[in-house]
């Protein structure tokens, strides 16, 4: 029998009209949201006893303690509103795309004289054409070659702009024109008027008609093209032609599957396992199959009876895909074949025929050549889950499994690791000669590169020509490992995360009862504080541990608002027997995400100054007149030993680094012995603990320094997941240093006089060479010519800065 929910709807108000619903857990995150043409009747249906519940919805419901509303005027607002919401809050229940940034359209810009094809990942509303969303980037990236190779069409960012008779206007010169593209026969160089504007919009149309799988069409043009210039005696483009029609019969008896129905269509099939939905979408357009697009789905526990929102799971489970995809497609078809039917059918279409502005059937065949079509598209999901498992299990082994195996063989070997190897940082040096040092920061998660939270840092403490691995290396985790002490409040959120296994108990800070105020007194008298000015618990924190005996409070700390404007941190204090840092951070965590303002104060004696100013308070000069009377109090009781100072949590919020402020669980140093001592001593003198190893070239060596400060060092063997993961974060982090090394080089080596001046960038430093050759040739260059190129103002600055500078 599953667990009956604690939460119930008796006392909410729950409206009974169009809009949508978000289940909240305890922790204030969205477990669910929903659409609904009534709420109240909606919502309720959760609540209803009933055997027929699913794992899922049951799971769910233990864990509601919210729901929150927002009501719209029709159901149709209803349906953008939870596509919206559903894409930017990922929540747990929901059944979710999963990869849709990694989407790739191909973009034709038709609103310029010339236009140009590119590869985008996001659809913007600029009178452009796009085709996609398309899942494999590598296929795209093929199409666009082939297309390339097939029309000439222009691959560059020059502006052209047709004046007739052949005569152009270029402008953003940021190449010199025509370029090797014509040179090797790959553009039609509009850049000199080789091609009119008329003649390139119909090459432009039959790439179009090429992308909507209108091949016979784009046939027929070629040869009527090649007849003429044949006729013309024009050979050498009749045989350019002829070159592209065979391209194009190529691609035609690949296409197998056609219908003589003009038709456009999408076929959706998937197949569930182990709580991933794959899916195959068929794309036919004039009867003719043209693409196949693969997508992954994923949610919580999927069984027959887990439909959410009074549905069945394979009804939610189109739904989702429906909502989630064709929000995202630029092509939506008359007509989507599916093998379920949906709840609100009506309402699907009525959106989906709202975003293509005219009419879209949803239709469930049972029979007939579309039923046959749509059985090949299931047989296709389910090929597409068998290989995807395969792939799955083979990158299990890469990733999840070798992070594991690490843990296990490092810790049997004396290596103190207490928590999972979920993030593992890696950082090497790079340089040349001892020039442009350089270092790098890798980031794995779960065993897969985080390419985002990859960084590098420019090295500040070496001579010029100096050469020194250990030193570059300890400043390198220096200037990184600082975050996790000053930015110390994003590491956790009040909870016991952070801290080292302890066997005293479980902690836990939470707001102070009416029940607490006998312990806090005590504590209190404990460190010779007087209670009498403490009349209630309003403002008051308490951090309670709870073992096997029972819970205690240990700790208290309290918040008082001196006035709107001017919160005090007060009566911070820890139980004698139970002092330890990690402890008092918890109760300070948590009272300045309490605290209402951005600007948190305190006073204090000189003994605790450093610990305020580690955790990134700041003393102050002057001190606010409200806190003028307390101070007065702290100075008479500790003999004038009193300090204000000030917490902003806006100036550390605005400063966070996001991937700086994560704490990995593994510090992997690419070199020896020496490189790891050198890091590792920058660790200690920062009070930080992390496991750290390094990794030899030569030899594949592990070394590592044992919780005994003993030496310690492992060997792999060379087919081990465990050392290949190892080894495949190292060559990454060597690879981003020697990338970023060798940028600052290059950089250095085309370093100008241009590069000084404000306000003028790379694009205009490249305009200014393209027109005036060389720095003598800008020098030289009269003012009116510079204006024309540049602007007034910046061609001003150019010839003042330059004339100085001489």
């Not at 391209?247 to 003589?260: C, G, L, T």
């Not at 059937?361 to 079509?373: A, C, D, F, H, V």
């Not at 928590?419 to 779960?446: P, Q, W």
């Not at 917490?647 to 680094?657: F, I, L, P, S, V």
Request: hydrophobic share 35%; proline share 2%.
């Amino acid at each position: 029998m599953p667990k009956k929910s604690k939460f119930t709807i008796k006392n909410i108000k729950i409206p009974g009209c169009p809009g949508i619903y978000k289940m909240i857990d305890k922790e204030g995150r969205v477990l669910y949201i929903g659409k609904a043409k009534n709420l109240k009747k909606r919502v309720s249906s959760y609540f209803r006893q009933s055997k027929d519940k699913g794992v899922r919805i049951n799971k769910m419901i233990q864990q509601i303690t919210d729901i929150q509303f927002i009501t719209v005027d029709s159901e149709l607002e209803a349906i953008l509103l939870e596509t919206n919401l559903i894409k930017e809050l990922r929540p747990k229940y929901n059944i979710l795309m999963r990869d849709d940034k990694n989407f790739v359209y191909i973009k034709i810009n038709q609103n310029e004289d010339f236009p140009t094809l590119e590869i985008v990942r996001k659809v913007q509303k600029d009178g452009a054409k796009y085709f996609g969303p398309k899942t494999a980037k590598w296929k795209v990236e093929k199409t666009f070659d082939l297309l390339h190779k097939i029309f000439l069409f222009r691959n560059c960012q020059l502006g052209i702009f047709w004046r007739g008779d052949h005569q152009i206007d270029i402008t953003n010169k940021v190449i010199k024109y025509p370029c090797l593209e014509y040179h090797i026969k790959r553009c039609c160089a509009p850049c000199i008027g080789l091609i009119n504007k008329e003649e390139y919009k119909k090459m432009i149309n039959s790439i179009i008609d090429f992308l909507n799988g209108k091949y016979e069409d784009v046939l027929e043009k070629l040869k009527e093209d090649m007849m003429q210039a044949a006729a013309e005696k024009k050979f050498e483009i009749a045989a350019k032609l002829r070159d592209q029609l065979l391209a194009v019969q190529d691609i035609m008896q690949k296409q197998k599957i056609s219908s003589p129905d003009q038709i456009n269509q999408d076929l959706i099939s998937f197949v569930v396992k182990n709580a991933k939905i794959f899916f195959n979408l068929f794309m036919v357009r004039d009867g003719k199959l043209i693409n196949q697009e693969n997508f992954i789905f994923e949610t919580t526990v999927l069984t027959k009876d887990s439909g959410l929102g009074g549905m069945t799971i394979d009804a939610e489970i189109y739904e989702a895909f429906i909502e989630q995809y064709y929000v995202t497609a630029a092509d939506i078809p008359n007509e989507i074949l599916i093998s379920e039917d949906l709840e609100e059918k009506d309402l699907m279409e009525e959106w989906l025929s709202n975003i293509k502005n005219s009419k879209v059937k949803i239709t469930i065949p049972q029979k007939g050549k579309k039923n046959k079509l749509l059985e090949l598209s299931q047989r296709n999901a389910e090929n597409f889950a068998t290989q995807n498992q395969a792939k799955f299990e083979l990158e299990k082994t890469r990733t999840v499994d070798a992070m594991e195996f690490l843990k296990n063989i490092l810790t049997e070997n004396g290596l103190k690791i207490e928590r999972s190897l979920n993030r593992i940082e890696c950082y090497d040096i790079s340089h040349l000669a001892g020039t442009h040092t350089v270092g790098s920061m890798v980031v794995f998660e779960k065993g897969r590169a985080k390419n985002f939270d990859y960084r590098h840092f420019q090295l500040k403490t070496l001579k010029k020509g100096e050469i020194d691995d250990f030193k570059s290396m300890a400043e390198v985790l220096e200037r990184r490992l600082k975050y996790l002490s000053n930015q110390w409040l994003t590491i956790s959120q009040h909870s016991a995360e952070a801290l080292p296994q302890r066997i005293d108990g479980q902690y836990k800070v939470r707001k102070a009862k009416k029940d607490d105020l006998k312990d806090i007194f005590k504590l209190r008298k404990a460190w010779g504080r007087q209670n009498d000015w403490i009349k209630s618990p309003e403002g008051f924190f308490v951090l309670e541990m709870e073992n096997k005996t029972g819970k205690k409070i240990i700790g208290v700390i309290a918040l008082l608002e001196k006035d709107k404007t001017h919160f005090e941190i007060t009566s911070f204090l820890i139980n004698k027997k139970y002092k330890d840092k990690s402890l008092e951070d918890l109760l300070l965590k948590r009272i300045l995400e309490e605290c209402p303002q951005s600007k948190v104060y305190v006073l204090c004696v000189e003994d605790a100054k450093d610990y305020y100013l580690k955790k990134g308070f700041e003393e102050l000069n002057i001190m606010p007149k409200v806190f003028e009377g307390g101070a007065q109090i702290c100075k008479k009781e500790y003999n004038g030993n009193c300090l204000a100072l000030i917490y902003d949590k806006y100036k550390h919020a605005k400063d966070q680094d996001s991937s700086f402020s994560s704490k990995p669980d593994l510090i992997v140093i690419d070199g020896g012995k020496g490189q790891l001592s050198s890091a590792h001593h920058a660790m200690k003198n920062l009070n930080i603990d992390i496991p750290m190893i390094a990794l030899a070239k030569k030899e594949e060596e592990i070394f590592f320094l044992c919780h005994s400060h003993e030496n310690g060092n492992l060997k792999l063997s060379k087919d081990s997941p465990a050392l290949q993961l190892l080894q495949r974060i190292r060559d990454e982090a060597h690879r981003f240093a020697i990338t970023f090394n060798k940028h600052k080089r290059i950089k250095a080596m085309t370093h100008s006089v241009l590069d000084e001046i404000p306000g003028i960038g790379q694009e205009i430093k490249m305009q200014l060479l393209q027109n005036f050759g060389s720095i003598d040739g800008i020098k030289k260059a009269d003012f009116q010519d510079l204006r024309a190129i540049i602007g007034e103002n910046k061609a001003i600055v150019l010839q003042e800065y330059l004339l100085a500078k001489n």
